[in-house]
């Protein structure tokens, strides 16, 4: 039996509590590794027949039918101010859920789940391009790669960004 000082338990407790642990989905775009919480998450598909969507903003990629549901399909690399992607390999789809409507997001790759801890965690840095900060709520630096932690409501509000610039 060990005796634990008082207090001991408490603090540890504590320090954990303090270091709390956040999942991610992994997404690739253009070799750049970014990061969607989980929990708005609903669904990762392959590659998809997408109707194109007439007089829609460069962003909207068209729409897609998710088991009977119509879905916006949004092209990320557009949205990031990415060159189009010239290999031939097709897009996947990360399906979000933002204010109760589904999305399509369309990314190169799709990694793993990641759970980080908030000591990793850094805000964005003044040379992360401004298309990206305006849609990130910052960055892990892990093992040399950097996770950049998109804000989904931010990247999905394309339209006012529009009319800013």
Do not use: C
């Not at 690399?77 to 990415?82: F, G, S």
């Not at 399906?95 to 850094?122: A, K």
Request: glycine fraction near 8%; aromatic fraction near 4%.
């Amino acid at each position: 039996m060990s005796i634990v000082p008082a207090g001991t338990q408490s603090r540890q407790i504590q320090a954990i509590g303090d270091a709390q642990s956040h999942d991610y989905v992994s997404i690739f775009i253009a070799g750049q590794m970014f990061g969607i919480p989980v929990l708005q998450v609903q669904d990762v598909l392959g590659p998809q027949r997408i109707t194109r969507i007439p007089l829609a903003p460069p962003e909207v990629a068209g729409s897609l039918n998710l088991r009977g549901r119509i879905v916006t399909a949004i092209d990320v690399r557009t949205r990031l101010k990415l060159p189009k992607n010239t290999e031939s390999k097709e897009s996947m789809s990360v399906v979000v859920d933002q204010g109760g409507e589904q999305y399509s997001l369309l990314v190169d790759n799709v990694g793993e789940v990641l759970s980080l801890t908030s000591e990793t965690f850094e805000r964005n840095p003044a040379t992360l391009d401004s298309a990206w900060r305006d849609v990130s709520n910052g960055i892990h630096r892990l093992d040399g790669n950097l996770l950049i932690i998109l804000d989904v409501a931010r990247l999905l509000d394309f339209a006012t960004s529009a009319d800013a610039a």
